[in-house]
C-alpha cells in the first residue's frame, strides 16, 4: 500500500485493475498517513498526487489543503501556485484566487492556463472588461487555444456582446464541429438575438452529440415556447426531466407551457411542482395564481398571491393579481389597499393606475378616481378604455370642459367607437352646444344602431322633442 504509483492513478491502461473504489480508499489511507507523517514516500510527491487526486474529483477543500502543504515545502513551484488559484477559483474564493495566480506568474508569466485562469477570476468579480484582456493575451501566446477562445465567449455574453460571442463560438466551431459547449453557447446567443431557427438548430445539434443534457433540452423548450411551438416545447421539457426530474425551471416552463395552450389544469399540476421543489419560487406563485384567478378561483388565486408577496415583499405583480381578485369578489377597500401597496414599488405601471382608479371609484373616491385615471393616461397615452372612464368620471362630476378632452382623445385613438361619441353628446348638450351634439349623436347611431335604445331609454319622452325626430328614425 505504501508503495502505490500514484503517478498513475488516472491511467487506467497501467493500472486496469485497479477500482474507483479502491483507489478512494488508497487516498484516503495516505492522507491520513500524510497528516501523521508516516506515509512512507517522499512527502512532496505524495502531497503533489493527492492533492491532484482530490482536485480532479471535484473535492477541492480536500485539494487546498494538500496543495497548501506541498507549498509549504516548495514556495516557488509555479505550477502549484497555479493549481492553487484554480482550486480557489472553483470554490468561487476569487480574489484569493488572483493572489495565487499572481504568485504562479512572477514565477512563469507565460502560462497560458494561468492567464485564463486570471481571467476567470476577474470576470466573476465583475471585472468583465478586463478578463477579456487577459484571454487575449492567452491568445496571443497560444492562438489555437480552445480553451481561452470559449471563455472569452463566455464573458462576452455576460456582457451582452451577443454578435461578437457568435463570431468567437463560430470560430472554434469551424475548427472543431463537434465541440458540444460552443454549440450550447452558440444557441444561447441566438436565441438572446431573436434568432429562434438558428437557436433551435444548435441546440438540436448539441443534443445529437451530447442526447443527456438536460439543460440543452431545457432551452430548447424554451425557444419552441417562444415560437408557439407548445406542444414540442412540453414535449423538450419532458426529456429534461427525464434526465433530471429534480428540475424546477423546467416544471415551471413546462407549466407556461401548457397554459399558453389553454391546459390549465395540467399547469396547475406543474407549478405546484415546481413549488413542491422550491417553495420559495415566487414566479410559480405568482403563475399558479393566474391561473387560478382565470378560472374564477379567486380564494385559492388570493393564497397563491399571497404567498409569493411572503417570499418577495417587493413583487409589485401579485399585490396588482390580489387585488385583481378582490376586485372580482367586489371587495373593494381590499383591493384598493393591494393597488396603492403595488404603486408603491411600481409608479409607472398604467394598467395598475387604471385599477386603483375603478376601485376608488366604486368605493366613491371621486376624487383619487379622477387622479388614477389621470395618471394611466399620463404613463400610456394611448390607453383607450382609461381616457374613456377618465371622460365619464369627469362628466358625471361636471367638470364638462375636461371631459370632453378626455372624450375627443378616445375618438382621436378609435375613431369608429360608438360609445366616446354618445357621451361626447351628452357633455355637449348641458353645455348647451345643440348642432355639436346633435352630430355627435348622430355619429354614435350610425356606428351603433343599438345606442338609439339606449338613448330612448336614458331620456324617455325623447320623441316629442321635434329636434330627435328625424334622428330617431330608423
Known amino acids: 500500500m505504501d508503495n502505490l504509483e500514484f503517478g498513475n492513478i488516472d491511467d487506467e491502461q497501467d493500472e486496469p485493475h485497479r477500482k474507483p473504489e479502491n483507489i478512494e480508499e488508497e487516498i484516503k489511507k495516505l492522507s491520513e498517513k500524510l497528516n501523521e507523517g508516516t506515509s512512507g514516500l517522499s512527502t512532496i510527491e505524495a502531497l503533489e498526487e493527492v492533492a491532484n487526486y ?12 494538500f496543495i497548501n502543504r506541498f507549498l509549504d515545502y516548495l514556495p516557488l513551484n509555479a505550477d502549484a501556485w497555479l493549481r492553487k488559484g484554480t482550486i480557489l477559483n472553483h470554490l468561487q ?93 452558440l444557441g444561447y446567443c441566438y436565441d438572446c438575438l431573436d434568432k429562434l431557427d438558428d437557436a433551435l438548430k444548435c441546440y438540436d445539434k448539441h443534443i445529437e452529440i451530447d442526447p443527456f443534457s438536460y439543460n440543452a433540452w431545457y432551452n430548447r423548450g424554451i425557444v419552441l415556447n417562444r415560437i408557439s411551438q407548445y406542444s414540442r416545447a412540453v414535449e423538450s421539457y419532458d426529456m429534461s426531466l427525464a434526465i433530471k426530474e429534480n428540475f424546477p425551471s423546467a416544471w415551471y416552463n413546462k407549466g407556461n407551457a401548457f397554459a399558453n395552450m389553454g391546459r390549465i389544469y395540467d399547469a396547475i399540476a406543474c407549478y405546484r411542482e415546481t413549488i413542491r421543489l422550491d417553495e420559495h419560487d415566487v414566479p410559480s406563485w405568482y403563475n399558479l395564481g393566474n391561473v387560478y384567478e382565470d378560472i374564477g378561483m379567486y380564494k385559492e388565486a388570493i393564497k397563491c398571491f399571497t404567498q409569493a408577496i411572503r417570499h418577495d415583499p417587493t413583487h409589485y405583480e401579485s399585490f396588482f393579481g390580489r387585488g385583481s381578485c378582490y376586485d372580482s369578489m367586489e371587495e373593494y377597500q381590499k383591493a384598493y389597499n393591494d393597488y396603492t401597496q403595488a404603486l408603491s414599488l411600481c409608479k409607472n405601471y398604467p394598467e395598475l393606475w387604471h385599477a386603483k382608479a375603478d376601485a376608488a371609484y366604486n368605493l366613491g373616491k371621486w376624487r383619487e378616481a379622477l387622479y388614477s385615471y389621470k395618471m394611466a393616461v399620463r404613463w400610456d397615452p394611448t390607453n383607450l378604455d382609461a381616457w374613456f372612464d377618465l371622460g ?46 346633435l352630430e355627435s349623436l348622430k355619429t354614435s347611431f350610425q356606428l351603433d344602431p343599438t345606442k338609439i335604445k339606449v338613448f330612448e331609454q336614458e331620456f324617455p319622452g325623447v320623441h316629442s322633442i321635434k329636434e330627435f325626430t328625424h334622428l330617431l328614425e330608423k
Request: charged share 30%; net charge negative; proline share 3%.
Open 54 to 65: 482530490y482536485f480532479e474529483n471535484q473535492k477541492y477543500n480536500e485539494a487546498l489543503h
Open 392 to 437: 365619464e368620471t369627469l362628466l358625471e362630476y361636471g367638470y364638462f370642459n375636461e371631459a370632453l378632452k378626455a372624450l375627443n382623445k378616445c375618438i382621436e385613438i378609435q375613431p369608429d367607437w360608438a360609445d366616446p361619441y354618445y357621451d361626447r353628446a351628452k357633455v355637449l348638450f348641458l353645455m348647451r352646444k345643440t348642432y355639436d351634439a
Open 93 to 185: 474564493r476569487y480574489r484569493e484566487a488572483l493572489d495565487s495566480l499572481e504568485r504562479a506568474r512572477n514565477l512563469n508569466p507565460v502560462d497560458v492556463e494561468l492567464l485564463i485562469g486570471y481571467g476567470f477570476a476577474l470576470d466573476n468579480l465583475g471585472q468583465c472588461e478586463e478578463a477579456l484582456l487577459w484571454y487575449d493575451k492567452a491568445i496571443e501566446i497560444d492562438s489555437s487555444n480552445e480553451e481561452a477562445f470559449f471563455m472569452k465567449g463566455l464573458t462576452l455574453e455576460k456582457l451582452e456582446r451577443f454578435e461578437d460571442a457568435l463570431k468567437i463560438f463560430n470560430y472554434i466551431l469551424e475548427g472543431n464541429p463537434n465541440h458540444k459547449d460552443a454549440l450550447y453557447e
